[in-house]
Each structure stands twice: as structure tokens, then as C-alpha cells.
């Protein structure tokens, strides 16, 4: 019977953000899993979206035997406490040492590949180095990686195999670990000897936003990998990076594993000049808040279905904190909401003391509340004042829902108390948890039919694309004041490999 020792842990830390990642973010997960450890980890992921339950089925399929260890993942936020790494190591490293007595014949890591933690710029890195140590240099150690990873030389030295997510929004996730499975199979298959892996760093960051794989370059760049795979009967990979960690291997790299290392290394080579040849068209274009609310507006007026804008900036998935307000003021300014008929709405604003109260009010009554915060940003100053105003309690919530959405189907999230809100016809969702905008469903447990609107803001950057651009006219992306530099040229680097340009 072939034993699989399995674990999961993911963060995606912007070094520039507000807020760290505590023990506290790990173990009530906000719009990841809760931290979970044994049996109830892999019953709890076995039916969700990501690379862990496309791995257990597949793991199922073949008959292996999967020995779970612990899962832990927070929001995307500033770095990692050392307490929580060395929690979150020292759990993973304990059950291998214990399930080693018994018997592992591989690992299987569902890791994001660009955490940080205090102390430790290369926490993937670190943890493969300690489970290698105890693993062996025999055993093969398998493992799946966010398409956003910044892949680092230890973690191609310390796994045997890599493969990263290839959609952006992240559709392929349970693929993503099924693939892996594959990739394992062939190693346990009396084929660990004659792999070679090989890696091209790309010397240019990524803007988030233009790491689309709906769009030009991203989507070329990720047909040809397929193309190319298929073709030489490689494992290919694209870790596009996550360029907002200001650490010497942020950035995007290339990377596979063959039997041929010529074929490997000339695919890599044909890769990386469709990448770098293609450098300009990695920029996106910004928009300011007014700028986009007013197009937004004139769009919306012969629209007949909503108009998106994304609140890049503060994207909770990138480090945000859901709370500031550049583009609520904007839409206030504008009145978009009475120009709309109250057609307008906008979420999730991250703020437990105004949900609170709205809850507390209860649907129907009228309250003063101050709605989201002005934080810090990379520059040194502050982003928009909170928005001063009387609204109208619409809807409340206790913030527990399951999820259905092309990125989200299975996923239970915990909000804590949500409310809807409006003031000049624009309707806030106000929550106790932050998550960024990636589901429909998160609209309408608040009751908001997404497509019945013509303006919506979303806290988000890439995401929201799988689950609403079906239903949206034009998407635009709006460049408020927020923790997530858009523009990757405009932080302050001081630890960056100096070859990496900031931008494209």
C-alpha cells in the first residue's frame, strides 16, 4: 500500500502591507480553512477547490493511502510572526517524524510559495529544507504552487517536483493537484532517477492586474507552455510572482522537470522569449477613483449589464485590508448612486465595528456610522478619511455561507456579522471578516443580485473575473490610495535581486 504524507500551508505576504499574520489569522482562516490537523484536515478539504482535495482524488483514484498532517492558511497580509512559522513547521515536521516510524513512501505539499515570515524571507524554502532533512534524499517530495509563487533556488533544490497554478483567476486548483498526483506517480513508478529540473528567472516584476490568464500576454504565454509540454514530455511551469514582497527572489520565474534536459532547457528558453519579448505589454492601464466612476457612469448609461470596477489597491487577497474608502467617496461625489436609481453597490468593506452596529440597529433603522479606515500605505502616507454619514440598515447577516463560484465551490466562509448598508443610494456591504470579492455569492447573502445592478466595486484585483465577468459589461481597474501597489515601480525596495527591474 503506497503511504502519501500530505500537508497544506499558504500565505501570500506583501511585506508593504498593514498587518501581519498571527497564530490567530491561521487558525480561524478568515477566507481560507481554518488551521485543521489529522483526518478532520483532509475531510474538511476533500470536497473544496483547491490543489489538496484534487490531489486526495486522485490519490483515492490510485489507491494510495494518504497519511494527513495539518493545513494552515491566512489572508494575504505583511509578514508571517515567527511564532505562527514555527507553530505551523514544527506541527508539519512532528507528524513526519512520526509517520516515518510507520512507514512514507512520498510527500505531497499543497504550498502557495510566497510566504514570508519574520526572520525568514523564504518560508516555503525553509519548511522543504526541514522536511527534507528528515524525509531523505531518496523519498520524493511533491509539491503543488500558486500561479502568484516567488520560487526560490531552495525550494527547486529541497522538492523533487513542482508544478504551479496556469489560471488567473485560479480555476485549476484541484487540476493543479491532480497534475501533481501525476507527476508523483511517475516518481514512485521506479522512474525517481534521470529527472532534471531547470529554472529561468524572469528579470522584470509582474504588475498583479496584468498576470491575467484571460488576457494577452498571460494567456499566449500559458498556451505555449501547454503546447510545449505536451510536445517534448516535460512538467512545465509559470510562477508568475507575487510583486509585492520585498525580498531578493521575488519575481517570476520558469521552471520544469524532463528526462531530456536539452528539450528542458530549450522549452525554457522559448518560454522566456515569448515573456521577455512581449515586455511592454505587461502594463496595465489605472484608473483614479473619480476618472473611473465617471466612466464607469457614461458606460453604465447604455449598459445592459453592470459595470465593474476593481478596487485593486485594496484587495484583500493581496495584502489589503478591505478598508479604505477612495472609491466610496468617488461614488458619493458623483452621486452615482441617485444618477443609478440605488443601482449601486459596493464590497466587502471589511469593518467589525460598523457591521456591528448596523446589526445591532437592525434592519430598517437609521444610524450614524463612520464606514472604513484610513491606513497606511508604502508611501508613508495615509489613504482616504472614513466616510462620515447616516444610512440605512437593508440586510444583516451572521456571516456564515457556503460558497458556489468558479474559484469558490465547496469553501465555507466565516465573516462574523455582515450588514448592508445604504447612503446615497449606494449599497455597502459591510463585514466582520476580510475577504476579497471573488464570489457572486457574496453579494447576494446580503441580498444583492449582482446582475441585476449597473455599478459594481469590487475589493479585488484578478479574481472576481471567474465568477463575474460572465454576468458584466465593461471591467475597469481603479487606482485608489491602498496597501497593493497596482504598480510595482512605485515601492520601496530595498531587498530586491538588483538585476529584477520593477517594472516591465
Request: with cysteine; charged share 20%; net charge negative.
Amino acid at each position: 500500500m503506497t503511504r502519501i504524507f500530505v500537508a497544506g500551508f499558504h500565505h501570500e505576504t506583501n511585506t508593504f502591507a498593514p498587518s501581519v499574520a498571527d497564530w490567530a489569522a491561521f487558525e480561524t482562516g478568515s477566507g481560507y480553512p481554518p488551521f485543521l490537523r489529522g483526518a478532520a484536515m483532509l475531510e474538511a478539504h476533500r470536497a473544496g477547490p483547491l490543489a489538496l482535495a484534487g490531489f486526495a482524488a486522485e490519490a483515492d483514484r490510485r489507491g494510495w493511502t494518504l497519511l494527513p498532517s495539518a493545513w494552515a492558511g491566512a489572508m494575504p497580509s505583511n509578514r508571517i510572526t515567527r511564532d505562527a512559522f514555527e507553530r505551523i513547521a514544527g506541527t508539519i515536521a512532528d507528524d513526519l517524524r512520526e509517520a516515518l516510524r510507520d512507514g512514507v513512501d512520498a510527500l505531497f505539499l499543497d504550498l502557495h510559495g510566497a510566504a514570508v515570515a519574520e526572520g525568514c524571507d523564504d518560508a516555503e524554502g525553509e519548511l522543504l529544507a526541514r522536511l527534507r532533512a528528515l524525509a531523505g534524499p531518496a523519498r520524493p517530495i511533491v509539491v503543488s504552487l500558486d500561479l502568484h509563487a516567488n520560487l526560490s533556488a531552495a525550494m527547486l533544490r529541497h522538492a523533487s517536483a513542482l508544478t504551479a497554478y496556469r489560471t488567473y483567476p485560479h480555476v485549476d486548483m484541484r487540476e493543479t493537484g491532480a497534475r501533481a498526483a501525476a507527476m508523483l506517480a511517475r516518481r514512485l513508478a521506479g522512474a525517481s532517477g534521470g529527472w532534471h529540473t531547470a529554472a529561468r528567472r524572469v528579470h522584470f516584476l509582474l504588475p498583479l492586474n496584468a498576470q491575467c490568464t484571460l488576457v494577452e500576454p498571460a494567456a499566449s504565454v500559458m498556451a505555449r507552455l501547454a503546447a510545449l509540454e505536451a510536445r517534448h514530455g516535460l512538467e512545465l511551469g509559470f510562477a508568475m510572482g507575487f510583486s509585492a514582497a520585498d525580498i531578493a527572489d521575488c519575481g517570476p520565474v520558469l521552471f520544469g522537470h524532463g528526462r531530456d534536459a536539452a528539450a528542458l532547457q530549450a522549452a525554457l528558453d522559448e518560454l522566456h522569449e515569448e515573456v521577455t519579448g512581449r515586455r511592454r505589454e505587461w502594463a496595465v492601464p489605472l484608473l483614479a477613483p473619480a476618472e473611473a466612476v465617471e466612466r464607469a457612469l457614461a458606460l453604465a448609461a447604455g449598459a445592459g449589464r453592470p459595470v465593474l470596477i476593481a478596487d485593486t489597491q485594496d484587495n484583500p487577497g493581496a495584502g489589503g485590508d478591505a478598508n479604505t474608502t477612495g472609491l466610496l467617496h468617488a461614488l458619493l461625489a458623483a452621486r452615482a448612486g441617485e444618477r443609478l436609481g440605488g443601482a449601486v453597490a459596493l464590497g466587502l468593506l471589511f469593518d467589525p465595528e460598523a457591521a456591528r452596529a448596523a446589526c445591532a440597529a437592525g434592519v430598517g433603522a437609521r444610524l450614524a456610522l463612520s464606514i472604513g479606515r484610513a491606513v497606511p500605505t508604502w508611501g508613508g502616507a495615509l489613504s482616504d478619511p472614513p466616510v462620515q454619514a447616516e444610512v440605512r440598515v437593508q440586510a444583516v447577516h451572521d456571516g456564515e455561507l457556503h460558497l458556489h463560484g468558479p474559484m469558490t465551490d465547496g469553501l465555507h466562509a466565516r465573516l462574523g456579522p455582515c450588514a448592508r448598508v445604504e447612503l446615497g443610494g449606494v449599497q455597502v456591504l459591510l463585514a466582520s471578516a476580510k475577504m476579497q470579492m471573488l464570489d457572486a455569492d457574496l453579494f447576494r447573502f446580503l441580498g444583492v443580485e449582482p446582475a441585476r445592478m449597473k455599478l459594481l466595486v469590487l475589493k479585488s484585483s484578478v479574481h472576481f473575473r471567474a465568477a463575474f465577468a460572465p454576468l458584466a459589461g465593461p471591467i475597469l481597474v481603479a487606482k485608489a490610495p491602498g496597501p497593493m501597489a497596482a504598480d510595482p515601480g512605485e515601492l520601496p525596495w530595498t531587498a530586491l535581486d538588483p538585476r529584477t527591474a520593477v517594472r516591465p
